[in-house]
């Protein structure tokens, strides 16, 4: 019998197959994150060894209570949430090999400056508010061009691409309007041709909106509920400031 999550994890692949074919694009430029905040080592394993190969994370906590357990199991970890500066040295201990939440300069310098006086280099993809939501990170359209200028000239962090959370509505013309908006800013980038700055990767789309993100252009769709369920806490406890102490 097929445990309920791999089942969930058999519909999400169907949906991405069935959104690429729509658009005309091939399954193999698009990848699956499995955003596992919440989610226990056990039930991430259970869908690695399905043949799942990378997950995100939004807390140093979690990142760490998991490394042990996790770390027999094939896989890569991106960390996809709010990064306080406080806590860059404590996560670059569990070989993260990719900072998609990259949305503010101090951030950029102080990452830089720890992983310069650690002889070692970082994958990052930078964080646009395309919602123009308050309670969201992400740097916003207008900051983002000087901030990837402004990231390309650190050498221990390289630039892949972009990142957003879209609208959290049922307007489905509203949320495909945030991911359009990330393809536009990733093309204006292109064309800035900055030294060192690569633009492959759009991370975009989750668990409700992945086929229009898909269909605009998503090379990263991050799904957590409809793979493992409901979360316990609201999202906002992942998203607002002043809820995130850890
Ligand atoms: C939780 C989370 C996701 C996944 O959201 P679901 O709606 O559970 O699929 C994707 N991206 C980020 C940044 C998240 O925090």
Redesign the pocket.
């Known amino acids: 019998m097929v445990s309920p999550v791999i089942e969930n994890l058999n519909l999400i692949r169907a949906r991405i197959a069935k959104a690429c074919q729509a658009s005309g694009r091939s399954m193999n430029e698009v990848k699956l994150l499995l ?1 596992t ?1 919440t989610v226990t080592a056990d039930r991430i394993t259970e869908v690695l060894l399905a043949g799942q190969t990378l997950i ?1 994370e ?1 807390k140093v906590q979690e990142v760490r209570d998991k490394f042990e357990a996790l770390k027999s199991v094939p896989h890569e970890t991106h960390f ?2 709010h990064l306080q500066t406080n806590k860059i040295k404590d996560l670059l201990k569990y070989n993260v090999t990719c900072i998609q ?1 990259l949305d503010r300069l101090e951030l950029a310098e102080r990452l830089h400056q720890r992983l310069a006086s650690e002889a070692r280099q970082m994958n990052v993809l930078l964080q646009v508010n395309t919602s123009f939501e308050a309670s969201k990170f992400g740097a916003s359209p207008d900051q983002i061009f000087d901030l990837v200028r402004r990231v390309s000239e650190l050498e221990t962090l390289h630039i892949k691409g972009l990142m957003t ?1 879209g609208l959290l509505s049922a307007d489905h013309a509203q949320v495909k309007k945030c991911f359009r908006l990330l393809k536009d800013i990733q093309s204006q980038i292109i064309a800035e041709n900055i030294p060192g700055v690569e633009m492959n990767e759009l991370s975009m789309g ?3 909106d992945l086929e229009a993100a898909i269909e605009e252009g998503a090379t990263i769709v ?5 793979i493992f369920g409901q ?1 316990m806490y609201p ?1 906002s406890y ?2 607002n400031e002043s809820l995130t102490s850890s």
């Open positions: 955003a905040k995100g939004n996809i949430g939440s959370i989750m668990s409700g991050r799904v957590g509920t409809a979360r999202d992942y998203w």
